[in-house]
């Protein structure tokens, strides 16, 4: 499982020109799933959003407060494209979840998130549909967080 996380000003999301999803300061983060991501891959994912410190504290130090902390909104997008392939030029996608399992386990993933932080202050796009996503990136701050890879035993 792989998010990439943004520290916005304001993000929203727009499907067919209308605005579905929009949030102030916090988190934009794009998630993408692997056909092997299961709970543990989760809530490794979980765990990094909303406890990596990538906001400043009340007197200005950077890198010192969370979006917990802050109490900020989180907006997610589903990004199957996350994990492409390239071959030559053309882009593979055998490595991302397929969408019939890929959209019940986002959707647990939203609620696993909300359960763990505050529901109203977690926001989303609409899975599978042709988005448009407007950020204003902060910083600009973005990371790539990866679950960790298992060896089979």
Request: proline share 3%; glycine share 6%; net charge negative.
């Amino acid at each position: 499982m792989k998010a990439v996380i943004q520290r916005v000003t304001q993000a929203s999301v727009s499907v067919n020109g209308e605005i579905i999803s929009c949030i102030g300061r916090g988190l934009c983060v794009l998630i993408g799933l692997k056909k092997d991501d299961n709970a543990a891959d989760m809530e490794y994912i979980i765990r990094k959003i909303l406890n990596t410190k990538i906001f400043e504290d009340e007197n200005e130090k950077r890198w010192s407060t969370n979006v917990v902390d802050k109490n900020y909104e989180i907006l997610c997008v589903s990004q199957f494209t996350l994990y492409h392939q390239l071959k030559g030029n053309k882009l593979d996608f055998h490595r991302a979840m397929p969408a019939a399992e890929s959209e019940p386990f986002y959707n647990n993933f939203l609620l696993e998130l909300g359960k763990q932080y505050k529901p109203e202050l977690i926001k989303d796009g609409k899975f599978g549909a042709m988005m448009q996503v407007l950020i204003e990136n902060d910083g600009p701050v973005t990371l790539e967080i990866e679950s960790p890879v298992r060896v089979s035993q």
